[in-house]
């Protein structure tokens, strides 16, 4: 069974850099043909995908935030790790890590991290 667990600060001050880390269980992040993904839900609002990387390390980032976000891997840990850049409150959300994509299906999901962009 595949596991998911997302870790990081849960408060972040504006201008500052978000950054989360999904730790995964159960499943290698190289394994073929798996894609590996952040999807975040504002409050209020419905799911946001931010962006994947794929088994071989290839990563898409939504093009709304492809100028300020950062998706990378680390295989000797089994984890892979969100960057997001100059945050405002817009950012505020439950961050969660995923298996799949949007086109294949998010078939395993982490239990979620809030973040909070405050001052």
């Known amino acids: 069974q595949v596991q998911l667990q997302e870790s990081g600060p849960g408060l972040v001050k504006p201008s500052q850099t978000l950054s989360l880390t999904c730790t995964v269980s159960g499943g290698s992040i190289t394994s073929n043909y798996y894609a590996w993904s952040w999807i975040r839900q504002p409050p209020g609002k419905g799911l946001e995908r931010i962006g994947s990387i794929t088994f071989s390390g290839d990563t898409y980032i939504s093009p709304s935030l492809e100028s300020r976000t950062s998706i990378s891997r680390d295989t000797s840990k089994n984890q892979f790790t969100l960057q997001l850049s100059s945050v405002t409150p817009e950012d505020t959300a439950v961050y969660y890590c995923?298996?799949?994509?949007?086109?294949?299906?998010?078939?395993?999901w982490g239990q979620g991290r809030q973040v909070t962009v405050s001052s």
């Open positions: 995923t298996r799949g994509t949007s086109a294949s299906g998010y078939a395993y």
